[in-house]
């Protein structure tokens, strides 16, 4: 690990930066600067000399979650794809062809909380990137034509996914486990409304107007760079883009006071799915109960859970055992998902999943077995920050969910706080049968 | 970096260490030492893979390199692994091709003590139990039946087309085998696979990052207390040739239809005639980039679907990942055409969009604009197919199959800078006949297709969205391309009796 400092100059004029180094309590193997702009626009700059590579990521702050108004759910999503259409200055063609000359992986995803557009890219063309990334978030210009034609690619992407019986489940399972926040739909959005899109011209430049804006947005550089130079670029760039965001209300859910259930039907064979969602906490890095909480999906449900040897090695009653207790900006799904070899299991199964939650309300995990999942939360982390672009794609989430990267220090010390009466306590809060939603989802034959 | 205690390496400290340089590549070692990398990569390549499946027992050699990477050792219960395992946050896994099957891990530094004879004993002490065999056989089984018949319509469409273009040849079944064969394999079997195919001798030991060079020796000593022997592996595929174009429809109730087209090649990675069709191909078709020529005309022109690639190397998971995976290198690789799904009342007129975008770039050629640009754009591009250690470790796996000296992205660089034109335009016509095609394609109401195909109906296309004149013209063109297919070269599959 790096222990020794090396300054780094601050430019003058501008908000104060901070710079971070590791220690070895500390859980990110390496130092960055994060600072912000006048304007609002939040960077983090994380030098890993070496390799002659860089990544570069732009998160925008939005994503399915902002989706409030009736009719454009998946529009966030869609959005991104017109980013990819070009601009005033660098007209789509043109904006290609430089990212072709480059030799550039450039791509974009879009999640229930936030956008991220990424590209890999030798260093040396940095100036390059800073002037067409700045440029398209500043200048995006398309007409109505490229705009309706984008439009049918997302519903080909949609197509694409529909097979996938999985994708049927989760859509089921938010849309029944919600009643009024904007996580109700998944990413993609509803069929009806993406084939709506086409005639959401005007919507989409009012879109970008609200929510393209710099306080809106984090630029997250890692790899071979000089930060120095990055500092300077970023500062020409984008210094002169107006400020301007305006939250959208997003409808706070209620609380839920009773177990909720949904039947799917997929059209064609499956394996049996059963998912049991309860309603998660919004990601608060320095909560020992919300880092508890997230805890308890690895400890209860994950791949050295005694639930998981039960049913997928002993009895051999359940094929795949899927746990995502994720993090997110509002209170998300922490969901169990089991592909149950035969249909008849399915009520076997549930219980089963309602005993391990009975009992981690009742009884506190053995310290030994504590320390074992700490140490295992901490390996996993490490082992994806091997390179630039896995450190980008890593430390984005947290980017775009609280703004900046010390919610991962913070959580991982709240990880390492956690007791076993900690751990019970958060089942008790939040595993409780009034806070989740069953969603079972069988094949038609 | 964390310290790292070696006790028993320590023990066996060889003449190497004393001498201070790491242990050459040799026939069976492929060393790529990196000192400041935490993370250690393994890969243990067994000269085998699905072609080596018996006849009737399709799956063995999937279901032996499961029987030791996902079940019990005579060390330890598969549970028992899985809590060792638990803390380290890793696992070991394998991958088999038709060719290749290679034990993977990456391990943190940190727990490479604890994690090392637990990788050992699955590969020199795999308990082989009945157990562990049923579950993973009932797996293998739901994922041909549940999951590639009908979870993954795109994946579907391209192990259809693998199958039908390899018919009669050891590559054509799914390495995960068939539903009817993997019923009938039994532990006996996967006994007799193990003690033929994991040899001392058909094992190439590749390993990368923050090792110590005690390890390599550990490692070879280890592996050399499995059996002698190098078995020969089964001849060289011999496809059937194609003859005008030949059609395998999947005719299933599905939402959108797949369609996946191919011929095979026999330009391997080092021949010469390599680098000019990978300039075509990237130009043509490269994997999921907006780049491609076949992306821009069907997706971003026609909004016809969400992409369409090309390939001259076998590409697997497509769906998922953006960049090549290694260990599947091949002696017979396929030129294959991949359009993401369409609207069924759109598939004719895909289907002629893609042919005559081919058949235009094989009777044109590419120009020196687009060849030059393609050069700068891999030049620089390449350098994302192998970033990690792990990456870079199974790339020069690959090269040692293809007996290719050097790093592989490195003379691929070097290679391609110097391609002419003529040699690009020469190997597109000497390798690509658009009319000789096998195509596989799973959709709705498959009779009805067919019989479209066979009197070349023309097949206007309605958009939904207003399109530019040049887009127009073209279509006018495209709506009735001829593509003169004859009855007996269609055949009908229900899904449910795909890789029966």
Known sequence: MVTVLIPLLIAAGLAVGRMHATSAEEI??????EYRLENGLRVILIPRPGGGLMTYYSIVRTGSRDEVEEGTTGFAHFFEHMMFRG???????RYDSMITTMGANANAYTTDDYTAYHLSFASEDLETVVMLESDRFQFLAYDEEAFQTEAAAVYGEYRKGRSDPWESLSEALHRTAYDQHTYRHTTIGFEADIKTMPGLFEYSKEFYQRHYRPENTVLLLTGDFDPEEARSLIDTYYGSWPSGYVEPAIPAEPEQRQRRRVDVTYDGQTQPLLAVAWMGEALKPSSKRMAAGHMLGEWLFGEGSALYKKLVL????VRHLAVDFGLNRDPGLWSVMASVKDKRDIRYVLSEIEKTVALSIQTAPAKEDLTRLKRRLRYSFLMELDTPDHIAANLARYAGITGGIDAVEQLFACYADVTATDLRDAASALLGKERSTIAVLTGRR | ?????RPLAKMILSAILLAGCTPPASEHLIPFPDKDDPIVSLRLWIKTGSQCDPTGREGLAALTAAMLTRASTKVHSYSEILDLLYPMATSYQATVDKEMTVITARVHVDNLEEF???????VLHPALLEDDFRRIRTDMINAIEKGLRYSDDEELGKAALHTFVFEDTPYAHPVVGRVASLKKITVDDVRSFYKRWYTGDNIVIGIAGGYDDALIERLQLDIAKLPVGAPTPPGMPAPNEIQGLQFLLVEKDCKATS?????????????????PLFLFNSWFGEHRNSSSHLYQVLREAQGMNYGAYSYIEFFPNGGHTHMPTPNHARRQQLFEIWLRPVRHEHRHFALRAALRELQMAVDSGMTQEQLDLTKRFLDKYVRHYAKT???RLGYAMDSRFYGLRGDYLDVLRKRLRRVSLDEVNTAIRTYLQPANLKIAVVTKGARAFADSLVTDAPSPVIY???KSVKVIEDDAFIQVYPLAVRRENIRIVPVGQMFR
Not at chain 2, 116 to 122: E, G
Not at chain 2, 262 to 272: H, K, S
């Open chain 2, 259 to 275: 369609i996946s087209m191919g011929v095979p090649i026999d330009v391997l990675r080092g021949q010469d005639d390599f680098w």
């Open chain 1, 314 to 317: 002993k009895e051999q009653k």
């Open chain 2, 464 to 466: 939904d969205a207003p």
């Open chain 2, 389 to 391: 250690a792990f990456d």
């Open chain 2, 116 to 122: 090392y004879p637990l990788l050992i004993n699955a």
């Open chain 1, 28 to 33: 990110l193997p390496f130092r960055f600067t």
């Open chain 1, 87 to 93: 601009s005033k200055n660098f007209p789509a063609a």
């Open chain 2, 1 to 5: 970096m964390s310290s790292y205690v």
